[in-house]
């Protein structure tokens, strides 16, 4: 049975940006310097890297797959950047030899996908203990937290700066949402991201390059993990190696899914996932002005994506095709 | 002399002082050395922190290391790198295993309360680093962390207290909820500031031992409160996000940003550069001999809990006024040590 019209108009998409909507409106109200223009920029800062965390694995989740290895990326990929720098090795090389290490072991993890065909959620976690492991025997050398020597000169601007008034961070975000959009809807691996997602037998049938494109896919993934770890770590002036172990990659995952993205793959947008981070950011930047525990937090969080999650599965019932879709 | 007689010579010397090192090493003028060695020589210290890859658990691990081989001690080291679970899987099969001295860290008050007990029970002895545990055993070494929160908070007192020029406002950044440094501490914080009209809390937010947590938290509250007074931080690791907020937002100089810390590079390079204003530094080199001493004190009475004692390490305020004159170490030496 197919349900009414104004029910499937309520899109999970929706029922998250009225939540998002009614939190900031009750905010506004009720918080006092909530609505202050500098709050706004710190909520939308505190969120920047969580978003192009999730830009970066909306593509792979597209695919049907999802990148577990993205924050053990993040870490050692920029430790060792940083490492680098305060060793002597000049800026700009550092940050290539970095960047060119995420896209490395990004690299590997798609063609353990693509080609060695080992489910990604297997695949990515094995890489996530290998690239945190390599990187904390080999790479880093002293403690688990580098922390930025002065001679990281302009690059600090990246986590501190200002543009325009606007934190860089902020921009970035911005910056990363507009390039994986148009990736997705103007080029052709990115069109071919829904078909691989939606049926991966009948893309290769038609003859699209299914392999490279997931590869492709994993990189982006890799990039956007080099990024986002650039941006915490000139923020605080050091890179965490421990956040590997952390369940921030479970806050990825939430943002992605609370927005609407089928973790069956082939369907969500960009929008999608900047709706989820969003109410990300009014939740908790709301609840620490309300100096809620962070403990505490973590429950309201959890119980919100429920609801979402429960609303959507009510209003927009799982029939026999979409119940035919693959596992993740 | 020929030649053959003047190696005859020399070797007849050598023989001469080899036979004279056992007589050495009994030591006659010293009658108590040589029972205090025998109670290490052959001993194992088996190391289990938290992680080994911090700085104030490489420094401690280090120094030990380093004391125990000289006495003819056995030293393994294992590395639950930040997992509990692993760690309560590693302390049991210590536990199996039977070490004769268990040197640990607890994650927080109570995951490895009953088997500290147990190893105390199988005559193993333990001794604590850095966060006291529910139970006693043979030793807790670290800072006397409730006197440390009263030490801060009669900081934030004069810094921001009735008398002061100033909003009267102050943040707490707390690290793990239960973790000792953190509970200890806002205890002690809790004592001195609760009868205080003058003082007024504004937030109290646990961090996580989390630098990027701090800094968030740290932001939100300076957009509520940008006549904060200062910010008590439960632990420099985490601070460095606290004190990059308050930098970021241009209010380093009316804002004061004060914690604590084993006193590395890192946090003098910090304290030079305006991110903290005070660090109460607890030197974590000197802990690590602290630790030694504790094993030696338990294992010449007997070991296995027979003897329990709080080994409180001195701490002391660091200043952008006093900090070129502490000796701030360097991980990297530590690390290489324990590796």
């Not at chain 1, 009948?202 to 896919?217: E, H, K």
């Not at chain 1, 939740?283 to 994506?305: A, E, F, H, R």
């Not at chain 2, 040197?103 to 147990?118: E, I, Y």
């Amino acid at each position: 049975m197919k349900p009414l019209g104004w029910r499937a108009a309520l899109t999970q998409e929706r029922i998250v940006f009225f939540i998002t909507l009614a939190l900031f409106a009750v905010f506004a109200v009720t918080l006092n310097g909530f609505l202050a223009g500098n709050n706004l920029l710190a909520l939308l800062r505190s969120v920047a890297v969580l978003g192009i965390l999730g830009f970066g694995m909306l593509v792979v989740v597209l695919g049907r797959g999802i990148d577990l290895s993205m924050i053990a990326t993040m870490a050692i990929s920029v430790a060792w950047t940083i490492q680098l720098v305060a060793t002597g090795t000049e800026l700009g090389l550092a940050l290539a030899i970095g960047f060119g290490f995420a896209l490395a072991m990004s690299f590997i993890t798609g063609v353990l996908v693509a080609y060695a065909e080992i489910p990604a959620i297997f695949a990515t976690l094995a890489m996530a203990s290998f690239i945190y492991g390599f990187g904390r025997a080999n790479l880093i050398t002293g403690t688990d937290v580098v922390y930025l020597p002065a001679s990281f000169g302009w690059a600090t601007h990246i986590g501190q700066g200002r543009l325009w008034g606007i934190p860089i961070p902020v921009l970035l975000a911005a910056l990363f949402a507009l390039l994986v959009w148009a990736f997705l809807k103007f080029s052709k691996h990115g069109f071919n991201t829904y078909n691989i997602g939606d049926n991966i037998m009948a893309a290769r049938v038609t003859g699209i390059a299914v392999r490279p494109t997931i590869v492709l896919q994993y990189m982006l993934s890799g990039s956007a993990a080099f990024v986002a770890g650039l941006i915490t770590a000139t923020a605080v002036q050091s890179m965490n190696t421990r956040i590997a172990n952390s369940n921030m990659i479970y806050d990825v995952i939430l943002i992605v899914v609370l927005g609407g993205v089928s973790l069956s793959g082939g369907r969500g947008t960009v929008r999608n996932v900047i709706v989820g981070t969003l109410l990300i950011g009014v939740l908790v930047n709301g609840m620490t002005i309300m100096d809620i525990q962070y403990t505490i937090q973590n429950v309201i969080k959890s119980v919100i994506l429920l609801m979402a999650i429960i609303a959507d599965s009510v209003l927009n019932p799982r029939d026999e095709q979409t119940g035919q879709q693959g596992d993740i | 002399m020929k030649l053959s007689n003047c190696i005859k010579a020399v070797a007849l010397a050598a023989l001469g002082s080899v036979a004279a090192l056992p007589a050495a090493a009994q030591d006659p003028s010293d009658p108590f050395r040589g029972p205090a060695l025998s109670t290490l020589e052959g001993k194992w210290v088996a190391y289990l922190p938290i992680s080994a890859g911090f700085d104030l658990a490489q420094a401690w691990g280090g120094v030990v290391k380093e004391e125990a081989e000289k006495y003819g001690m056995r030293f393994t080291i294992q590395d639950p790198n930040w997992v509990t679970d692993a760690m309560s899987q590693g302390m049991t099969s210590l536990i199996a295993e039977g070490p004769d001295v268990i040197v640990t860290q607890n994650p927080d008050t109570q995951s490895l309360a009953r088997l500290l007990m147990q190893a105390n029970r199988k005559g193993i002895t333990v001794i604590q680093m850095n966060m006291q545990g529910a139970v006693q055993t043979d030793a807790y070494v670290g800072p006397d962390y409730v006197g440390l929160g009263r030490q801060i908070a009669n900081l934030a007192i004069e810094k921001c207290g009735a008398g002061t020029d100033t909003s009267h406002k102050i943040s707490i950044v707390q690290g793990v909820l239960t973790g000792g440094v953190s509970y200890f501490q806002v205890q002690g914080i809790m004592e001195v500031l609760k009868d205080r009209d003058d003082i007024q809390i504004v937030s109290s937010q646990a961090a996580d031992w989390d630098a990027s947590k701090a800094r968030a938290i740290t932001e939100t509250v300076l957009q509520q409160h940008p006549d904060l007074c200062a910010i008590l931080d439960m632990w420099d690791g985490q601070a460095i996000g606290t004190g990059a907020a308050v930098k970021q937002a241009g209010l380093a100089d009316s804002v004061s940003v004060i914690t604590s810390g084993g006193g590395a590079k890192s946090t003098c390079d910090l304290i030079r550069d305006d991110t903290f204003d005070v660090v109460y530094n607890y030197d974590a080199p000197g802990m690590g001999r602290d630790a030694w001493t504790a094993i030696m004190i338990s294992l010449q009475n007997g070991g296995g809990g027979k003897t329990k004692t709080q080994i409180f390490s001195p701490a002391w305020p660091m200043t952008k006024e006093n900090v070129d004159k502490a000796s701030c170490w360097d991980p990297e030496i530590y690390a290489k040590r324990l590796r």
